[in-house]
T-cell receptor, first 116, second 116 residues
Framework: GNSVTQMEGPVTLSEEAFLTINCTYT??????LFWYVQYPGEGLQLLLK?????DKGSNKGFEATYRKETTSFHLEKGSVQVSDSAVYFC???????????????FGKGTHLIIQP | DAGVTQSPTHLIKTRGQQVTLRCSPK?????VSWYQQALGQGPQFIFQ???????QRGNFPDRFSGHQFPNYSSELNVNALLLGDSALYLC???????????????FGPGTRLTVL
C-alpha cells in the first residue's frame, strides 16, 4: 500500500535559518505529492504540490521537487520566519491504486519551531 | 466564499453512543472526503463521496458510514463509539475531475470528538 515517511520533530531553528524537512514515499501508481501546513488552532492548508516527476512546487518561499528516482519530496525554505512555526504534513494521492478516488495518505507531521 | 464548513465544533459522547458530523463543501466543489486525525498524528483517510456515492474507503470499520446529499454536503456517522474514536474529524472538498485543481483538497476546521 501507499505510505509517507517524514522526519520526526520537533525541528527548532533560529529566524533566517535554512529549512529542510525530509519526506519519502511509497506508492503503487504515479502519485501526486503535497505539502500541507497546520498553524496552531487552525485546519490544514495546502502549501504546495507537484503532480509528476521533476515538477517543483513552490509557494510563500517554500519549495519541493518531486524526485521519482529517490521517491522523495523534501520541503525547503531559504530563510524561515517566526510566522512559519507550524506542523507540516507531507501527503500523496494515488488515484490509479484507489479505484479512481483521491484520498490522501499523510505522513505523521513535523512540528517546526522558529525562534527569534 | 465560506470555504469548507463543519459542525459542530466540539462534541462529547459516551462509549456506545452514535454521532453524526456534518460538512458543507467549498462552493463549486462536488467531492467530499473525511479524515480522522488523532492527537499528534497525521490525518487518516476514512472515505470519499462523489455523486452521492462512496467512491473509496480507507481502513476503517463499518461503524463509520457516510452520506452525501444532492447539494454536495455530507455527513459522517459513527456507531457504537469507542474511546479510541476520540479525535479531530476533518472534512475536505475538491472540485470535479474536469478542473485543473481536481486533486487539491481544501480542509475544514474539523470537529473535535471526545468519547468518555
Amino acid at each position: 500500500g501507499n505510505s509517507v515517511t517524514q522526519m520526526e520533530g520537533p525541528v527548532t531553528l533560529s529566524e533566517e535559518a535554512f529549512l529542510t524537512i525530509n519526506c519519502t514515499y511509497t506508492a503503487t501508481g504515479y502519485p501526486s505529492l503535497f505539502w500541507y501546513v497546520q498553524y496552531p488552532g487552525e485546519g490544514l492548508q495546502l502549501l504546495l504540490k507537484a503532480t509528476k516527476a521533476d515538477d517543483k512546487g513552490s509557494n510563500k518561499g517554500f519549495e519541493a521537487t518531486y524526485r521519482k528516482e529517490t521517491t522523495s519530496f523534501h520541503l525547503e525554505k531559504g530563510s524561515v520566519q517566526v510566522s512559519d512555526s507550524a506542523v507540516y504534513f507531507c501527503a500523496l494521492s494515488d488515484p490509479f491504486s484507489g479505484g479512481g478516488a483521491d484520498g490522501l495518505t499523510f505522513g505523521k507531521g513535523t512540528h517546526l519551531i522558529i525562534q527569534p | 466564499d465560506a470555504g469548507v464548513t463543519q459542525s459542530p465544533t466540539h462534541l462529547i459522547k459516551t462509549r456506545g453512543q452514535q454521532v453524526t458530523l456534518r460538512c458543507s463543501p467549498k462552493s463549486g466543489h462536488d467531492t467530499v472526503s473525511w479524515y480522522q486525525q488523532a492527537l499528534g498524528q497525521g490525518p487518516q483517510f476514512i472515505f470519499q463521496y462523489y455523486e452521492e456515492e462512496e467512491r473509496q474507503r480507507g481502513n476503517f470499520p463499518d461503524r463509520f458510514s457516510g452520506h452525501q446529499f444532492p447539494n454536495y454536503s455530507s455527513e459522517l456517522n459513527v456507531n457504537a463509539l469507542l474511546l479510541g474514536d476520540s479525535a479531530l474529524y476533518l472534512c475536505a472538498s475538491s472540485p470535479d475531475r474536469g478542473s485543473v485543481a481536481y486533486n487539491e483538497q481544501f480542509f475544514g476546521p474539523g470537529t473535535r470528538l471526545t468519547v468518555l
